[in-house]
């Protein structure tokens, strides 16, 4: 089996991969290890920056997150018992975010390119990659108990954290750069009406929690915990309790409650991840397989298809001309964006969670300067600007 791109994962990266050089003309293959079903209803992501949404639209892909997308023009920041208003809108001249599943991105792009006689092919897992210094790079995959080879001209690692891809670049090429930390999220999505329009952020004593939404009808939410509890150990009843008390406002505002859904419910672990260079001869890694940023500023998915933009145009350089110029600095364009992501994940992480009860310095601190964000126009704007999304052509 033969062409022009390998993509290894069907995750936002490498289908919007696939989309994007279709619309260059260039051909590629899609291998997944899970099935269609899986990756349609995973749970993950919400929030599309402007700039995601932006090349959704540009792309033909965005009709459905036109429709069913909820733009918001603000998020809350909940502490000290009150609810401060972010207007991203107004401080940034006019941009936004769009609430809008990563799983119906996947499931649009999914469709998009089987429409357009894309090849994706579901339930095949790529077991090692070779020959990636040469011009003829090689997957080899299982397919229904089957080995199999695809050669093409690139591979994308689009694969994940836990993929193939970065673990078969030879030691010493990369630097790797990781933050674990104390405490990881449980996620739940609730059959209820969201609580609030918008997104609330919320710093507690008994650590972090975040309402936010898949749709009018779904309410989805998150809080802090030990990164070793087990889900078992959470029952409906002391994630809701848990809810309510770290939600909770002077004024009284009321939490909606609703039956769980068990495909939502999760314990994520909270880390920070990067490794350079994302290139290494003819694999390129792109999203989470090269960077994972902890969720509090809901950038990874976001960083995957802005990765993937970059790459597209290369490759669009590199089989219209020959030259590899864009290719080259593929690395060190993204990596622009990635390390102003990682920080901002970083900064609002710190700024949220309860990291150590005996430690009521780091606290006050902590209350400091939420309390600063809250009320400076410079603070909030710098929150804002980087919660939308810094523009495409910002670092050219
Ligand atoms: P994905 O989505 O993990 O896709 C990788 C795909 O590769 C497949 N795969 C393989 N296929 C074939 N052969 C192999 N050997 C393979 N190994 C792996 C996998 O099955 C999978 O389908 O990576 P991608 O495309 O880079 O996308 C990254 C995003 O999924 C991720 O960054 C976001 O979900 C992170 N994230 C958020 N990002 C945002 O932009 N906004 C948010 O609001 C946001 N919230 C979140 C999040 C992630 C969370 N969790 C669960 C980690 C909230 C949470 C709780
Ligand atoms: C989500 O809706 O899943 C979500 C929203 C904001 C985040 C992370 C996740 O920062």
């Not at 293959?29 to 992501?45: F, K, T």
């Not at 090429?173 to 996620?187: D, H, M, N, Q, S």
């Not at 959470?234 to 909770?248: N, V, Y």
Request: charged fraction near 25%; glycine fraction near 8%.
């Amino acid at each position: 089996m033969h062409t022009q791109v390998g993509i290894i994962g069907a995750g936002p990266a490498g289908l919007m991969l696939s989309h994007l050089l279709h619309l260059e003309g260039i051909k590629s293959i899609v291998l997944e290890d899970r099935s269609r079903g899986y990756v349609e209803n995973r749970i993950r992501a919400g929030v599309l920056e402007q700039n995601t949404v932006d090349m959704l639209t540009d792309s033909g892909v965005g009709e459905r997150m036109k429709r069913e997308g909820m733009v918001h023009h603000g998020v809350e920041l909940r502490f000290g018992g009150q609810g401060h208003r972010i207007d991203m809108y107004e401080l940034t001249g006019g941009r936004a975010i769009t609430v809008y599943g990563q799983h119906e991105v996947v499931k649009d792009l999914i469709r998009t390119r089987l429409d357009a006689d894309g090849q994706i092919l579901f339930e095949a897992e790529a077991v090692s990659v070779h020959d990636l210094d040469t011009s003829t790079p090689k997957i080899h995959f299982q397919k229904d108990d089957e080995d199999q080879e695809l050669t093409c001209d690139v591979i994308a690692g689009c694969d994940g954290f836990h993929g193939v891809c970065r673990p078969s670049i030879p030691e010493g090429v990369l630097t790797v750069y990781e933050r674990k930390y104390p405490f990881a999220w449980l996620g739940i999505l609730a059959e209820t009406p969201p609580s609030s329009e918008e997104l609330i952020y919320t710093y507690h004593e008994r650590g972090f929690a975040l309402h936010s939404m898949r749709s009018p009808e779904l309410t989805r939410l998150y809080i802090q915990c030990d990164p070793d509890d087990d889900i078992q150990d959470w029952s409906d009843e002391r994630i809701w309790e848990e809810l309510h008390t770290r939600l909770a406002t002077e004024e009284g505002w009321a939490l909606t409650e609703g039956p769980i859904l068990e495909e939502g419910r999760s314990i994520t672990p909270m880390r920070s991840f990067l490794v350079e260079p994302m290139q290494y001869g003819r694999l390129f890694l792109a999203g989470d397989a090269a960077h994972v940023v902890t969720p509090t500023g809901a950038k990874g998915m976001n960083l995957a298809v802005a990765d993937v933009r970059v790459l597209a145009q290369a490759l669009a350089e590199f089989y219209e001309s020959g030259r590899t110029s864009l290719l080259d600095r593929y690395s060190e364009t993204c990596l622009h964006r990635v390390w102003r992501a990682q920080h901002f994940s970083w900064w609002m992480t710190s700024m949220l969670h309860r990291f150590d009860d005996e430690d009521v310095f780091r606290h006050r601190l902590q209350l400091a300067e939420l309390d600063y964000v809250a009320s400076s126009q410079t603070a909030a704007a710098t929150l804002a600007e980087n919660y939308v999304g810094l523009p495409m052509d910002y670092w050219d």
